[in-house]
């Protein structure tokens, strides 16, 4: 697949914040008191502690180490915690039974690599090669995964079906190599500054809502699978885009569900390039604005959502830029009612614009596409 041709992208407020973020981390380093000590496998923290050297561990379900005291901070010195052996088999790595920060090092080769079930701080760890990255057991919780990195898991981040909420803030972290690198079950979930590369599915949005601001998505197999449950159970009810790229994936849904159906789907500002696939989106509700769709394999195709009494789709589409795509730039499924306004179409081998039912809101721009200007709304040239 053709890389990014032409197109700029800077980040410089995300590396900021990421900074800053960093920086804040280090402040609180250096008033912390720790006992430096050599660790054994299956100890129980309850005061703050450093490790000293590397904790290899047979596999065995006792996690290898346990946090069990409220503001302790296991701090790992540069350190790995290894799982001994061939094969993950059921074990755990770090376990935090209690509100807690685990930073400065790696956890490698766990069944599962980190479990929590409290409200709980990862910073500057690197969970690798684990059949569940971080997972969350039972109760409500939160998650802070700042600077980090998860590459190698089955899955990145998971959680107890139907057993777990709360919230995830991933900051400064990349998801690499995974199979599936985030799970999203009734979790209110924000990312920010991230990246997820070479993943066979980036995000499965079950339920809760994805929140996602200046990152990356780039050569995925699969940058997300959403499906609606008609009885509206266990639903994406959002997914926003904000300042973000989107570039070099084979597809956007998965080959079993195509379509990303959520509640409501917001796209704000983002770049969307060089994708194998156009995006078909079913949603009630959207608003996307001031994006630009370059060199994909498709443009962006909406459609109501396959619910049991459809509801027409509706919400501003505004100020898009959509160029070079195979097939129609915008496309609009009977039915559908968004308002198109101010949108350029040019080059794309389809329409500009192929929108029968949707408002017309004006001032959009259609001109050098394969099969000709609008149908549904008026183009100027």
């Known amino acids: 697949m053709g890389r990014i041709r032409g197109g700029i992208v800077t980040w410089p407020l995300a590396l900021l914040l ?11 380093e250096e008033t912390e008191v720790f006992e430096s000590r050599a660790v054994r ?5 309850f005061r703050n502690t450093r490790l000293t050297r590397d904790l290899v561990c047979a ?27 061939s094969g993950p088999g059921d074990t755990v790595g770090i376990d935090s039974q209690r509100d807690s920060t685990v930073r400065n090092g790696t956890i490698q080769g766990f069944n599962r690599g980190y479990t929590y079930n409290a409200t709980v701080h990862l910073h500057r760890v690197a969970l690798v090669d684990n059949g569940v990255a971080i997972f969350h ?43 599936l690198a985030l799970y999203v079950d009734f979790h209110d979930t924000r990312i920010s500054s991230s990246t997820f590369m070479s993943n066979e599915i980036a995000l499965w949005c079950y339920s809760g809502g994805i929140h996602i601001r200046s990152s990356m998505f780039m050569e995925n197999a699969s940058v997300a699978d959403l499906t ?22 084979t597809a956007f849904g998965t080959p079993e569900d195509p379509e990303w159906q959520a509640f409501d789907f917001q796209m704000r500002n ?62 609009v499924l009977p039915g ?25 809101g004006g001032g959009n721009v259609a001109r050098g596409n394969g099969a000709g200007g609008c149908v549904g709304v008026v183009c100027a040239p």
């Open 228 to 249: 609606w449950n008609n009885g509206r159970f266990d639903n994406c009810y959002e997914l926003v885009f904000e300042n973000s790229l989107l570039a070099n994936n």
């Open 270 to 331: 983002t770049w969307v390039m060089n994708n194998g696939e156009g995006l078909r989106l079913a949603a009630q509700t959207l608003d996307v604005r001031g994006n630009t769709w370059r060199d994909n394999g498709g443009g962006l195709t909406l459609n109501n959502l396959p619910d049991f009494e459809p509801v027409p789709q509706e919400g501003p589409v505004r100020g898009n830029r959509f160029t070079s795509n195979n097939g129609d730039g915008l496309r």
């Open 336 to 360: 559908a009612t968004p308002t198109l306004s101010n949108n350029v179409c040019q080059n794309n081998t389809g329409w500009g614009i192929h929108a029968p039912t949707a408002i017309d």
């Open 41 to 45: 496998c299956g100890d129980v923290l």
């Open 137 to 179: 057991t039972l109760g409500g919780g939160g998650l802070l995964l700042t600077d980090s990195r998860v590459s190698g898991s089955s899955l990145g981040f998971g959680s107890e079906f139907d057993a777990t909420s709360g919230s995830l803030d991933i900051r400064g972290t990349q998801f690499t190599r995974n199979g």
């Open 59 to 85: 596999g065995t379900p006792i996690p290898a180490l346990t946090i069990a005291a409220p503001g302790v901070v296991l701090d790992l010195g540069g350190h790995t915690v290894r799982r001994a052996g």
């Open 18 to 28: 990421l900074a800053a973020t960093t920086a804040k981390a280090g402040a609180r």
